[in-house]
């Protein structure tokens, strides 16, 4: 499931100041979802497809707010193009991995599974930096953290229950704890999933310490690259 690094770690940007970045985090977390969706037992996240994108709202310890968006781009044999767009108050962050080996560490859970071969990554008015994994293992090895929480068991909890977040009200929802070790430290996450959710299947969390993420949209069909 996705953990605080997977929001720490993607690096990325956009055309955005300041200012327009805090109002579009507003609107992203004040703008409601009416949909109701059926309780339905989980047993995995549901299969990657191009065009699948999920957004989150994400809120700190010290309270600060933020916007993760993840968007499956392009799938060519073993290959997957994945874009993740982290939008800070000051700053838009994007990242898209070309990754190999991903169906096989999900089933797995060993990130090891998987190979970033290519990355783009831009920044706020930045150019475009591509980073080769042929040629740099080490970066791609680093960055490869940012994609854990596409392939970390988790462990069932049981019932969820019923979760009422932006993104709708989801009935029957199940409980997961996922635990990671980041820099020497554990990391647990729990989460409310929901095989209607696409990608990670979480429709809330919480992290460490209060580190809080909830669904606020999502989509099947028209994920579109950032550039």
Sequence with gaps: MILRILCLLVLTSSMLVAADNKEQITIYF????????????????????????????????????SIMITRIILHEGDEWTIEMERMAID????????????????????????????MKIKSNNDEVVVI?????????????????????????????????VSAGTFLGTTLLKTELAVNGESIETTSHVH?????????????????????LDFGETDAVASF
């Design 30 to 65: 004040t703008t409601k979802r009416v949909s109701e969706y059926p309780a339905e037992a989980f047993t995995a996240p549901r299969d990657l497809s191009v065009g699948q994108w999920v957004r989150y709202g994400m809120v700190d310890d010290d309270d600060v707010r």
């Design 91 to 118: 700053t838009i962050t994007i990242t898209q991995f070309n990754v190999k080996g991903l169906d096989a560490a999900r089933i797995s859970g060993k990130s090891d599974d998987m190979v970033i071969t290519k």
């Design 195 to 215: 095989p209607a959710v696409p990608i990670y299947g979480v429709v809330k969390s919480i992290s460490g310490d209060e580190f809080k993420m909830e669904l």
């Design 132 to 164: 080769d994994g042929v040629a740099s293992p080490m970066a791609m090895s680093a960055y490869s953290k940012a994609l854990t929480g596409l392939t970390a068991p988790s462990t069932n909890l049981g019932d969820g229950g019923k979760v009422r």
